[in-house]
């Protein structure tokens, strides 16, 4: 029998093992134009904290009780769907569960570009989409800039930092603790800064004694506070997630704020999903630097789809260096 996970309560704050409950689902029939498809890899991702709440956003809050939803990667095992076969990889979004029949209109099949199909959750799906178009379209970086990018040791981050280079851009990220740091320059960053050292606005004024173009903002709070402080006048910031946030009660307040004006400095919010009609230039683009070597992937796997939301979890505390996968 197929499992999902579901969200047994909503949580407040910091979410438990507590809300979710695994449990068996019954699948759809196998009609004309449905397909079974069994999930290899499935993707845990922080925006799914935002879901766990019953609020409006970008995306509808998981419901209570109902199957939860998200990134995966599945084999097709059966197909009554036309252009689907048994074996086939495709990517859809019938995550946090094992098995799944699905209309083909759902899934994706996986574009031949030479890597594993896990990378298309990871450097080629959500992760470095976002990085690639934040920076290069929200961000509007280019050759020369500096850029700032925190939680740099992380599956969007690392692209980022990646990606800046391969562009020609001096680049500054940040992580917590000196392992993650390691990483982070093995990227090719031009200096780190191990927000758990030291005070951010410190540390940042050193990394960037001339100031930064760019800050692409994983986390808000004390980093945007921090990146607003050395804005350059006409600073593009991508605000592309606030991690910091997501299980907090209050925002952190941002004493810098007023520096916005002062320095000219352009925010820009952006949601990957807003960019899928543009998947060819970022394929094309990504596809190359991964063939070149100049983008690397690095993923942390937990396996056993029981393991889910330890998975989940561990985005709050700094679990995963690179990608969190979870491997069915
Ligand atoms: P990730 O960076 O791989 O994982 C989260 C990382 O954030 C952790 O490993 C941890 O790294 C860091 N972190 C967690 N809590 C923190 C805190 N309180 N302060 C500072 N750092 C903290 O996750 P991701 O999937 O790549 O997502 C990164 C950000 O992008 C998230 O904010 C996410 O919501 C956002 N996002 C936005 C879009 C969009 O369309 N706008 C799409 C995808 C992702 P350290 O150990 O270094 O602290």
């Not at 700032?148 to 992580?175: D, E, L, P």
């Not at 903002?217 to 506070?225: F, K, Q, W, Y």
Request: hydrophobic share 45%; net charge neutral; with cysteine.
């Amino acid at each position: 029998m197929a499992r999902a996970w579901h969200l047994k309560s909503r949580p407040k704050g910091m979410p438990t093992s507590d809300n979710f409950q695994l449990k068996p689902v019954d699948l759809l029939p196998l009609d004309y134009g449905m397909v079974r498809v069994a999930n290899r890899w499935l993707s845990v991702d922080p925006y799914m904290r935002g879901r766990m709440n019953d609020v409006k956003s970008y995306v509808p809050p998981f419901a209570i009780d109902a199957p939860m939803e998200g990134g995966a990667i599945g084999e097709v095992v059966e197909s009554k769907a036309d252009g689907f076969s048994p074996g086939d990889r495709v990517l859809h979004m019938a995550g946090w569960r094992d098995e799944a029949v699905l209309p083909a209109a759902a899934l994706n099949p996986l574009p031949n570009l030479g890597v594993e199909p896990q990378a298309f959750l990871g450097n080629l799906g959500l992760t470095g989409g976002t990085a690639y178009f934040g920076l290069l379209d929200a961000a509007q970086a280019k050759e020369g800039d500096i850029v700032f990018v925190s939680a740099a040791a992380g599956a969007v981050g690392s692209a980022v930092v990646q990606i800046a280079k391969a562009n020609g851009m001096t680049v500054i990220g940040s992580a917590g603790g000196a392992e993650k740091c390691d990483f982070v320059r093995s990227l090719g960053a031009d200096e780190v800064i191990d927000y758990r050292a030291r005070p951010l606005v410190k540390s940042l004024a050193a990394a960037a004694p001339k100031g930064i173009d760019v800050y692409f903002d994983n986390v808000g709070g004390d980093h945007l506070d921090a990146a607003l402080a050395h804005a350059r006048n006409n600073a593009r910031f991508a605000i592309c997630g606030m991690i910091d946030g997501y299980n907090a009660a209050e925002p952190t307040p941002l004493r810098y704020i007023m520096r916005i004006i002062a320095a000219r400095v352009r925010l820009q919010g952006f949601i990957y999903t807003d960019y899928l009609p543009r998947l060819g230039e970022f394929y094309g683009d990504m596809g190359g630097w991964i063939a070149s070597g100049q983008v690397k992937s690095r993923d942390t796997i937990v396996e056993g789809l029981e393991r889910m939301p330890e998975a989940f979890l561990g985005l709050f505390s700094g679990a995963n260096t690179g990608k969190m996968l979870v491997k069915v």
